[in-house]
């Protein structure tokens, strides 16, 4: 039998059907919707309902209120079941922020997955790919990269955009990293960055509905738990802390988590180098 | 030169998957290039600059997955046609199968897991020296869940992996938790600062359980299996894990668990201790270790670690367990009402060897009368028969007299139920005391296998358990906890508190 042990708090009511299956994840749409019902080893998100075990018909979701069917049986949720995924709030201390990101960066370069765009902190790794299609992959998205980072935000995002392998590009990924950096200081810096966000958003949308849905979630500042795990560590007085956050986040999908953690990364870093408006010219490193 | 290509659509693969299916595709003779992507306009860009983009390919969406492939042979097209059609249905079974596709070889599990720096073996003893020395030429480290290795194997194995920088844990290693994964029998616990390395795996799972309970976490936690540390392989492993945690910036704090080594491994061991920078908790059951903090249970010596990896008082520690000592007397006090006529011995029945040791060892100074074990420990004489109980018996249910064609207990419950019905039938039964280890690789369902059988044993016999493991694990630690409860069972949070209070109850009774 079926528990369902914790439900994301950004989960839009209606029937939803089976998109796509993995081991540890089933993603559902509903329109425009997602929600994806996944084992506690994936973890807490704000479209995540966390089961035990994972349903392995495949029947539907069906989210009214505080009932929720999966595979056609009823769950009732409480209130402690619900997590919660808009960040705290958060202190700016531009030393330690500094200090954490070096330490992150440092992991990533040694942990992130060979396929992921950790070439974009460590170049060596460009090696990792082969010459031809792939290589002319990451040769395009360093450009949206750099192009993003330069103030370029228009050509730098549609570079990027449904760029590279998998259920959701790494490009999309990254961008999603981006919006969620960009919610991270808003709150650190007590800064408006919503209209740079909005523009970002506009222009990555594209015909992917998964992406789109996560590009949405991040526009708006919900986090997955990992995300925010990084977000408060990158933030507070641990380095040990962010060195797990790190290791968690690298761990998210197969590359997923790492093309994230990228576009956050380069935007705090940004951020820092380039007095808190990450997207101008100088601010990429 | 020519480029051909496949449209498939309602499927989907992980980026990784993708890379690598491209990566074999591209290795493939006659390929120049390929690669495997989702539709999007932005893609079919990077494929128009790659030279994979074909007709084919104008009218696909972004949910439409795309195969092209350069050749250099035109005449090769419907032979690699073929093998893209083969490789994509092979994935897909891979992707929505039930989680089991199994790797007929090394070289077939690599080709899943390229980048995999680790080999778990568990295959036949006789076959797995073989595979090992394949994964250490290839230079990966080893886990090796097999037993019946030879020593000499054993021995040869762990030279080499010494010489090349690399582990070799086991054989007949049940457990280890390695950046964060839990392998073989091993619970779901934090990361943390805590580093590991336990010739014995229940030992493992007791102490990294504990901590996890106690709020801390575990950096790494390395398992040697309990020949490493006996005199013929000399503690190869065991020293090596030590130095490795000693070297790892993630350790701060280090726990060593054994059953007792070989005199000169113990002394090697200790003298790395002896120098160390950071502090070492060493419990090596039925002998000392260096240091001060000596450590009297698995269950101090987790509480230990974690109190110093939190730079807290061992002080604080011990009067804990001073404090928890006296409510378990009075705890006794109230259970030993239950015990009438000749009910006065513990029967211990243990799905781990190293509990069984332990109460052997806390319980030998405890109680009255004679004490027998099927795998004796200290002064605890040799039971001679381990179907029967005499006395007070501690039964090992993982020696190979149960578990010869039959999985391990804790798996199968079977043989262990019928056993406490048995026990709490016997007139002279006071006590049985039980670990109840959960985790993966662990029996899934026990507590609808064991609800039963405790509530009918703890109307006859006070039944007192352990449980090791986390709210984490696929069992959830509270839930067994309530269930035994809720079925008359006494339950505490370690094997040394178990057997405390078995020892309490019938050192009382005047029979």
């Known amino acids: 039998m079926m528990e369902l042990l914790t439900i994301g708090d950004s989960i839009v009511d209606g029937a939803y059907e089976e998109h796509s299956r993995f081991e540890q994840v089933i993603n559902y749409v509903n329109r425009d919707h997602l929600l994806s019902v996944v084992t506690a080893s994936v973890g807490d998100g704000p479209v995540n309902i966390v089961v035990r075990p994972l349903p392995a018909g495949a029947g539907g979701v069906v989210v009214a209120g505080e009932r929720v069917t999966v595979d056609g049986q009823v769950c009732e949720v409480t209130h402690e079941q619900v997590y919660r995924s808009l960040l705290d709030d958060t202190d700016w201390h531009t030393d330690i922020l500094q200090k954490n990101l070096s330490r992150f960066c440092q992991v990533f370069k040694e942990e992130a997955h060979p396929a992921s765009l950790a070439f974009l902190l460590d170049p060596k790794r460009i090696s990792a790919f082969k010459p031809g299609f792939q290589q002319k992959l990451c040769e395009q998205i360093s450009a949206g990269v750099t192009e993003l980072f330069a103030g370029q935000v228009r050509p730098g995002v549609q570079k990027l955009k449904g760029c590279g392998l998998g259920l959701t590009p790494s490009g999309d990924d990254f961008i999603i990293g981006v919006l969620l950096g960009l919610n991270a200081l808003e709150l650190g810096l ?27 979630l991040a526009r708006n500042g919900r986090f997955y738990h990992d995300q925010k795990q990084l977000v408060e560590a990158l933030f507070g007085q641990s380095e040990a802390r962010v060195a797990h956050a790190a290791q968690a986040i690298l761990g998210h999908g197969e590359t997923s988590g790492a093309d994230t953690a990228s576009g956050l990364y380069l935007t705090l870093h940004s951020a820092i180098f380039s007095r808190h408006r990450p997207f101008c010219a100088g601010g990429h490193l | 030169m020519s480029v051909i290509g496949r449209i498939r659509q309602g499927i989907y693969f992980d980026s990784v998957t993708l890379m690598n299916m491209g990566r074999e ?59 893209v059609d083969v490789l994509l249905s092979k994935r897909k079974e891979v992707s929505e199968g039930d989680n089991t596709f199994l790797p007929q070889s090394l070289d077939g599990a690599l080709t899943v897991l390229p980048d995999a720096n680790l080999v778990l073996i568990s295959i036949a003893g006789r076959y797995a020296a073989f595979e090992a020395q394949k994964a250490l030429d290839q230079g990966r480290h080893v886990m090796m869940f097999s037993d019946n290795v030879s020593i000499e194997d054993e021995v040869a194995l762990k030279i080499v992996a010494r010489e090349k920088g690399l582990l070799v844990m086991g054989p007949d290693c049940g457990t280890a938790i390695i950046n964060g994964v839990p392998l073989a029998f091993a619970n779901v616990v934090r990361r943390g600062k805590i580093g590991i390395v336990a010739a014995s795996g229940t030992g493992l799972q007791e102490v990294s359980c504990l901590i996890h309970n106690a709020g801390a976490g575990i950096s790494q936690a390395i398992g040697t299996g309990g020949r490493d540390v006996k005199k013929q392989v000399g503690g190869i492993m065991f020293i090596e894990g030590l130095k490795a945690l000693l070297d790892d910036a993630e350790t701060e704090t280090v726990l060593l668990v054994s059953k007792p080594p070989d005199a000169d491994v113990l002394a090697a061991v200790n003298a790395i201790v002896a120098s160390s920078s950071k502090p070492v908790v060493s419990m090596f059951l039925g002998a000392s270790g260096a240091g001060d903090n000596n450590p009297q249970s698995l269950e101090e010596a987790a509480l230990m670690s974690v109190a110093l990896a939190q730079k807290k008082s061992l002080d604080d520690v011990r009067s804990e367990l001073k404090q928890r000592d006296e409510v378990l007397l009075a705890q006794a006090e109230e259970l030993r009402n239950k015990c009438t006529g000749k009910q006065q011995y513990i029967r211990g029945l243990f799905s781990g060897g190293t509990f069984c040791t332990e109460a052997q060892l806390i319980l030998e100074d405890m109680v009255k009368g004679d004490m027998y074990a099927n795998a004796p420990a200290g002064r605890v004489q040799s039971l001679e028969d381990a179907m029967h109980s005499v006395a007070h018996t501690f039964v090992d249910l993982g020696e190979d007299e149960f578990t010869v064609g039959r999985p391990h207990p804790m798996i199968d419950y079977t043989l262990r139920n019928k056993r406490i019905a048995d026990e709490a039938d016997d007139a002279e039964t006071a006590v049985i005391l039980l670990d109840i280890v959960l985790g993966y690789g662990s029996n899934m369902n026990l507590v609808e296998e064991l609800k039963d059988v405790i509530t009918d044993a703890a109307r006859k016999v006070v039944v007192v358990c352990s449980v090791t493991g986390t709210d984490m694990d696929p069992q959830n630690r509270g839930a067994v906890i309530s269930m035994l409860r809720k079925s008359g069972a006494v339950v505490l949070p370690s094997n040394a508190a178990a057997c405390l209070l078995a020892g309490y109850v019938v050192s009382g009774l005047s029979v």
Not at chain 1, 191 to 203: N, P, S
Request: hydrophobic letters at 45%.
């Open chain 1, 190 to 216: 007590n800064e408006d960055y919503g209209a740079v966000m909005e523009t970002i958003y506009c222009l990555a949308r594209g015909g992917n509905l998964l992406s789109n849905a996560l590009l949405t």
């Open chain 2, 25 to 83: 595709l591209s290795g493939m003779e006659g390929v120049v290039d390929a690669a495997i992507v989702m539709g999007t306009h932005e893609n079919k860009a990077i494929l128009q600059a790659a030279g994979l983009l074909i007709d084919l390919f104008a009218d696909t969406s972004d949910s439409d997955l795309l195969i092209g492939v350069k050749l250099d042979d035109p005449s090769k097209e419907e032979q690699i046609l073929e093998a």
